[in-house]
C-alpha cells in the first residue's frame, strides 16, 4: 500500500493526528509519500520514518495508492488539484471546521487505515468544470473546479449583469451581484449559501446559480454537465473576478468564459459505512426540525 499524506499546514493539532496515521500505517508495512512543499512546513515537527519517499510532484511513476489530507475542505480542494487527472483517491481526516468533503473524524484513523488495508470502501468519482476564455488568461490558476466558478465585480460594489448562454442558446441576463456555475459536489458550497439546490454528488449536472440576484424572477437552473455555456461580461465595468474553487484571477470586460465538463474524474474515497445521506445530516443538520428534537 503507498499512501500519500498532505496537509497545507502544520499546527499542534494536524501533527497529532498525522502522528496517528502515520503509526497505523507503519503497521501494514504501507510505503510513505510526502510533497516536498508539506515537507518544507513540516520542518521535522513530525518525524516520518527514514524510508519516505519526498516527491516534487504527484505523477504516475510514484504508482500512488491513496492520498490521505488532514485539514478541511480547502485543503481536499487543493489535493484534488494536485492530484489532477491520476485517478488517486482522496480521502480526508477533518481537522478543519465543517468538513464536508474531509469528513473522516479524527477518532477514526485507525478504522480508515484498517479499510484501505482490507479494501472496505468505494470511490466516489466526481465530475468536474473545465473553464477557459477567449482570448485566454496568462495565469498558472488551475484550469479546472471541483466546487464552483463564480464571476463577480472586481470591487464587489456594484450591480452587474452578465449574459448567459447555453449550448449557443440565449439563457438569461442575469442582475446582481455575479454568478455561480457549480458541479454537484459544489452544490453544498457557495451556490448553497446562495439559494441553489442540494444535488447528489453522481448526477450529471451543472447549477447555474445567480449572486443576490436582483430580479425575483430568476431562480437557481439545473442543466446537464454535457452542456457548453458562454458567459458575457458587463460592457459598463472593466474589472472582474473569476474565481476557481477560491483561487481568483483578475480578467476584463473583454473576456468571453467559457464552462464545460472536464474530461476526467475527480476520485473521493468513501468508506463503506458512510453515506452521503449521513454526511448531509451531520454536517448540515439537514431535514433537522427542532421542534421534534431532543
Known sequence: ???????????????????????????????????NCFNKINNNKIKFP??????????????????????????????AHLVNKLNIPI???????????????????????????????????RSIIKVYTSPKIKSSMSKFAINEVSITEKNHLSLISIKAYVNGSFLNTYWGDGLIVSTPTGSTAHSLS????????????FIITPISSHNLNVRPLVISNESIIKVHLDPRFKSFNLSIDGQTEKITNKHIIYIKKENFKINFLVIKKNNYFDTLRNKLHWGLDKRNHD
Open 1 to 35: 500500500m503507498r499512501v500519500l499524506i498532505y496537509s497545507q499546514s502544520v499546527n499542534p493539532e494536524t501533527v497529532e493526528y498525522i502522528k496517528v496515521c502515520v503509526n497505523e500505517l507503519e503497521k501494514y508495512k504501507a510505503k510513505l509519500y510526502i510533497t
Open 50 to 79: 527514514h524510508k519516505t519517499i519526498i516527491i516534487k510532484k504527484i505523477s504516475k511513476t510514484n504508482k500512488i495508492d491513496f492520498l490521505i489530507c488532514f485539514g478541511g475542505d480547502g485543503t481536499m480542494l487543493k489535493a
Open 91 to 125: 480521502t480526508g481526516i477533518n481537522t478543519g471546521r465543517l468538513g464536508f468533503l474531509a469528513n473522516i473524524p479524527k477518532q477514526n484513523i485507525s478504522d480508515l487505515i484498517k479499510s484501505l488495508q482490507n479494501k472496505n470502501y468505494h470511490i466516489s468519482a
Open 194 to 205: 446562495c439559494g441553489g439546490p442540494i444535488v447528489m454528488p453522481d448526477s450529471e449536472n
